[in-house]
Each structure stands twice: as structure tokens, then as C-alpha cells.
């Protein structure tokens, strides 16, 4: 069964920073994965969905790696700003049309 | 407007009650998925479905029940059978399987 962990729960950083959010998952055989972003009490909001044949996809300050041999993901915010803190989570769709999401980490960017 | 919607925002239910959670598109999206977030835990699949007059359980089908009778909406029961229903629950469409999923603003789900 896949499971799928990200790391750390928590971060907070100074606004301007570039940080990297962890992603990592136990079974390679997926079909994408995919990055959201959560404020708190709403919905969930699609950032980047990487197919299993690609290594990357960026939209604007996002960027996010699949490397599914390592089972790993991440993403990269560059220049953080404080409209970027929520909680961000991964999910990987495998091959037998399971959807599992990580716990999230919860994102805190300090004025 | 194009998108995901879910009403109520907040319900409440009494024990031995059974309560129904509303999901609605207009995005002719074909699939649908229900989830339950629980707090400092990642989402978890409840049932999901692939086109109209079908569904298939998620991992924690047991004291829910679903319908798929229209391509626009995906109804969620919470049954009596549910004994821990206190929860957010996440109703979530993508145009099919496995595509980019667009979530609506959830219901949170409280028990008197």
C-alpha cells in the first residue's frame, strides 16, 4: 500500500527566502503526482501536476521535481512571501487508481 | 461561473442520524471523488466515481454511502453506521481519472 510522507510538518521562514518542501512516497509504480495548497478551513488548491514520465514542472515561483526511482518530490518556492503561507500537500495518483496524500507541511512566511 | 461547489458549509447530526453532504460541478468533469481530512492527517479517499451510474469505494467506505445519478453532482450520506463522523469532508471533480483535481470549499461535518 502506498504510503506518503512529507517533511517537515511545519516551517516557517523570513519572507525573500527560497525554501523546499518534501515529498517522498514507498511505491514508484505511479501515474503523476500532484502539489496543493490549503488555507486553513477551505478547499484544497491544484498548483503543479507532474506526470510519471516528467522530471519537472514550474509555474511562476513554483517548481516542482518527481525523481520516482527515489520515490521523492519537491517543491521549490522561490522568494517566499507571506500570501504563500498554508499548508501544502502532495498526493500520488498510482496505477491502480488510488489517490494518497501526504499530511502536509505547513507553511509559515514571517514579514 | 465555472466550478466546484458544497453546501452546507457546517452541519451538525445527532446520533442514529443520517445526514447528507451536497457536491456540485459544472466543469462536465466525468469523475468525482469524496474525502475526509482529519486534523494533522493528509486526506483520505471515502468513494470516488468515474462516470454517471457508478462509484467504487475509497479506503474508508464503511458508514457512508454515495450516488451518482447525474454527471453534476456526487451526494455523500454520512449513516448512522459512521461512528466517528466529525470531520471535514472534501468533495473534489477532475475531467477523469487520474487528471488534475479541482476541489470545492468542503463541509464541515459536527456531532451534537
Known amino acids: 500500500k502506498q504510503e506518503v510522507t512529507q517533511i517537515p510538518a511545519a516551517l516557517s521562514v523570513p519572507e525573500g527566502e527560497n525554501l523546499v518542501l518534501n515529498c517522498s512516497f514507498t511505491?514508484?509504480?505511479?501515474?503523476?503526482l500532484q502539489w496543493f495548497r490549503q488555507d486553513p478551513g477551505k478547499g484544497l488548491t491544484s498548483l503543479l501536476l507532474?506526470?510519471?514520465?516528467?522530471r519537472e514542472q514550474t509555474s511562476g515561483r513554483l517548481n516542482a521535481s518527481l525523481d520516482k526511482s527515489s520515490g521523492r518530490s519537491t517543491l521549490y518556492i522561490a522568494a517566499s512571501q507571506p500570501g504563500d503561507s498554508a499548508t501544502y500537500l502532495c498526493?500520488?495518483?498510482?496505477?491502480?487508481?488510488?489517490?494518497?496524500f501526504g499530511a502536509g507541511t505547513r507553511l509559515t512566511v514571517k514579514p | 461561473d465555472g466550478g466546484i461547489t458544497q453546501s452546507p458549509k457546517y452541519l451538525f447530526r445527532k446520533e442514529g442520524q443520517n445526514v447528507t453532504l451536497s457536491c456540485e460541478q459544472n466543469?462536465?468533469?466525468?469523475?468525482m471523488y469524496w474525502y475526509r481530512q482529519d486534523p494533522g492527517q493528509g486526506l483520505r479517499l471515502i468513494y470516488y466515481?468515474?462516470?454517471?451510474?457508478?462509484?467504487q469505494k475509497g479506503d474508508i467506505a464503511e458508514g457512508y454511502s454515495v450516488s451518482r445519478e447525474k454527471k453534476e453532482s456526487f451526494p455523500l450520506t454520512v449513516t448512522s453506521a459512521q461512528k466517528n463522523p466529525t470531520a471535514f469532508y472534501l468533495c473534489?471533480?477532475?475531467?477523469?481519472?487520474?487528471?488534475?483535481?479541482?476541489f470545492g470549499p468542503g463541509t464541515r461535518l459536527l456531532v451534537l
Open positions: 473534489a471533480s477532475s475531467i477523469y481519472v487520474g487528471e488534475t483535481q479541482y
Open positions: 466543469l462536465n468533469h466525468d469523475a
Open positions: 466515481s468515474q462516470i454517471v451510474n457508478d462509484f
Open positions: 507532474i506526470q510519471s514520465s516528467q
Open positions: 498526493a500520488v495518483f498510482d496505477n491502480n487508481n488510488d489517490m494518497r
Open positions: 511505491d514508484s509504480a505511479i501515474y503523476n
